[in-house]
């Protein structure tokens, strides 16, 4: 049953609802005022709040604006005798989902607190989404190596400043891209990933810039790039270090000016995006080398952040296969099993020289394959290099 808010000053206006809704079978409490309304939404989760805008102590727009800095994910129908557009746009910008005038016509308050409680239960699963997401991405470990990278990414990631990530293949730089993104400003905008080295280098300009129609032979309609699906958001540039030296003269201009040229085309597309770059590779070697624009390298090194082999913080590995061992779990829909402790100290001192990633890919192996305990013979069956 949708659980409702009623906030009006007027009594004969809050029996008259609840009478209505009540009707309708929802659970409906009320509030005198804006003041007692937020001290309600802030202890209760309520689906929607139907909220008078002119109150005494506290008006509704007031209340809006707070319970939004407070987080709360009601959603608001504002009420007011006096419709003008002004208050409507107002509410709008505060975050309210709509606004309807005094006395409210049946049908239309019906319908709006529908479509209110549909918007609420779409909310409340793209927070149990993104709460899985962030489970998923969540950087395990209490090594000071990879504290150090927890603490620099809490401090980059409100910022727009670009970060360089570096590390050896598997050691989780995705993750660490993910989490700068999802503890930043950007989060509820797109994030977007190209991994360069997964592209032809004929292609790649098409792939970031995006393309017009007729633009080569197989341009048989506009295409928009990474770049254009990122506006907003962030670009993740995984294994940059692959990418070719002409895309990375049109990278380093998009950096530049902020704005980019589909192939083929000629105009500008401005674009705001937040670009995050990650390799496996020593770049002032590839500099040297000349394989990698010195330029960019200064434009996309403004934060670097080094994710180290698994090997350097074994001592995050119980940590780890824990995590595993509760993610596959979850997936699988099985019971959790558990490591006995010859097993833990036997997957410490292995190379892993698949890093982070292999772990997770052993864990699974294991759970598949083994009963509710794990043994050190089912560690030496299943995770030697040989099976």
Request: glycine share 6%; with cysteine.
């Amino acid at each position: 049953m949708a659980k409702l808010l009623i906030v009006d000053d007027e009594k004969s206006i809050r029996d008259a609802l609840r009478d209505i809704l009540e009707y309708e079978e929802y659970e409906v409490d009320e509030a005198k005022d804006g003041e007692e309304g937020l001290e309600m939404v802030l202890k209760t989760q309520y689906d929607v709040a139907l909220c008078d805008i002119k109150m005494p102590k506290l008006d509704g727009l007031e209340m809006l604006l707070k319970a939004k800095e407070e987080g709360v994910m009601t959603q608001f129908v504002m009420i007011s005798a006096f419709g003008n557009v002004e208050n409507a746009v107002e509410a709008t910008k505060r975050g309210a989902f709509d606004f309807i005038t005094k006395p409210p016509d049946l049908n239309r308050l019906l319908v709006t607190v529908r479509n209110a409680i549909e918007k609420s239960k779409d909310v409340e699963v793209i927070k149990v989404l993104k709460r899985r997401i962030y489970k998923i991405n969540e950087i395990v470990g209490e090594s000071p190596l990879i504290q150090k990278v927890k603490e620099t990414i809490d401090r980059v990631a409100p910022t727009e400043a670009r970060v360089l990530i570096t590390g050896p293949n598997g050691s989780g730089k995705e993750m660490v891209a993910k989490q700068i993104h999802e503890k930043s400003n950007r989060c509820n905008q797109p994030s977007v990933e190209v991994n360069c080295a997964a592209i032809p280098s004929e292609l790649i300009e098409s792939e970031l810039f995006g393309h017009e129609k007729g633009a080569f032979t197989s341009a048989i309609k506009q295409r928009i790039g990474k770049f254009e699906q990122a506006d907003g958001g962030t670009l993740f540039l995984d294994e940059i270090g692959d990418m070719s030296l002409s895309a990375q003269a049109k990278v380093l201009r998009a950096l530049q000016e902020s704005k980019i040229t589909r192939v083929g085309g000629d105009k500008e597309i401005k674009v705001n995006v937040r670009v995050i770059a990650a390799t496996n590779k020593d770049l002032r070697k590839e500099i040297a080398e000349g394989n990698f624009r010195e330029d960019l390298f200064h434009r996309l090194n403004v934060i670097p952040i080094h994710v180290p082999a698994l090997a350097d913080r074994k001592n995050d590995i119980p940590l780890l296969a824990d995590k595993f061992l509760n993610d596959v779990a979850e997936e699988y829909g099985d019971a959790t099993k558990e490591f006995d402790a010859d097993a833990m100290e036997y997957m410490k001192n292995l190379p892993w020289t698949g890093n982070v990633r292999e772990l997770r890919n052993v864990v699974e192996r294991l759970v598949i394959m083994c009963g509710p305990t794990i043994t050190l013979d089912d560690v030496k069956l299943y995770a030697g290099i040989g099976f």
